[in-house]
């Protein structure tokens, strides 16, 4: 089925160790978006993309940073990982004009 | 500014109905959207409705906008408890994109 996929599920990574997370989509959508919700609150944008033109948010932190090398794939680096930056990083996608964004799972990030 | 408010918390018997509600702050939103999201999983998108609709149907969903007011609610009829998940109210101010500004999402809790 075509969707939207994250991964890992599950990443822990070390404090101030790179991690790089992962998202794929078979939609072939134009637009990629990473949104990042930390415990009990609201998921928050990150980034989006319309083909490889990269928006960001004004107060998205610049540890983090994305990549999206073709269609199907975006990555979200997070160049030196805070305990603040432990949450759930959600990827979706949409088509541009059509109001329907598809999530992935999500990937949730542990910082130790 | 952008600023989407939910209550944070609602319980219901099954067979009741369940009425979650949300208010917004900008009143440029295009399009309003109830998400759902189940422990573990991704947002599920399970509704929307237009700014310049008041009122929208869709089996046993039913969306009430009151841009005057700018409040946004969703009942959901004979709830199940398969429906017990928390509900997120959203918005979307840029055309033709799904960069959306979450409220920090309800839980629902169905009892048998």
């Known amino acids: 089925d075509a969707m939207v996929i994250q991964n890992p599920r599950y990443q822990v990574t070390q404090f101030g160790k790179p991690v790089t997370l992962s998202c794929s989509q078979t939609?072939?959508?134009?637009?990629m978006y990473w949104y990042q919700q930390k415990s009990s609150q609201a998921p928050k944008l990150l980034f989006h993309?319309?083909?490889?033109?990269?928006?960001n948010e004004a107060d998205t932190p610049d540890n983090f940073q994305s990549r999206r090398p073709n269609t199907s794939f975006c990555f979200l680096d997070i160049r030196s990982p805070g305990l603040g930056d432990a949450a759930m990083y959600l990827c979706?996608?949409?088509?541009?004009?059509?109001?329907?964004?598809?999530f992935g799972q999500g990937t949730r990030l542990t910082v130790v | 500014g952008e600023d989407v408010e939910q209550s944070l918390f609602l319980s219901v018997r099954e067979g009741d109905s369940s009425v979650i509600n949300c208010t917004y702050t900008?009143?440029?939103?295009?399009?309003l959207y109830w998400y759902k999201q189940e422990p573990g999983a991704g947002l599920q998108l399970l509704t929307y409705?237009?700014?310049?609709?008041d009122m929208k149907q869709d089996q046993r969903l039913t969306v009430l906008l009151n841009k005057k007011d700018k409040h946004l609610s969703l009942r959901i009829a004979d709830t199940q408890t398969g429906d017990s998940a928390i509900y997120f109210c959203?918005?979307?101010?840029?055309?033709?994109?799904?960069?959306?500004?979450f409220g920090k999402g309800t839980m629902l809790l169905v009892s048998p």
């Open positions: 993309y319309y083909d490889k033109d990269f928006n």
């Open positions: 900008d009143s440029s939103s295009t399009y």
């Open positions: 959203a918005e979307s101010l840029i055309s033709g994109y799904s960069t959306l500004t």
């Open positions: 409705i237009f700014s310049n609709m």
């Open positions: 939609l072939n959508h134009n637009v």
């Open positions: 979706a996608t949409s088509r541009l004009g059509e109001f329907e964004a598809f």
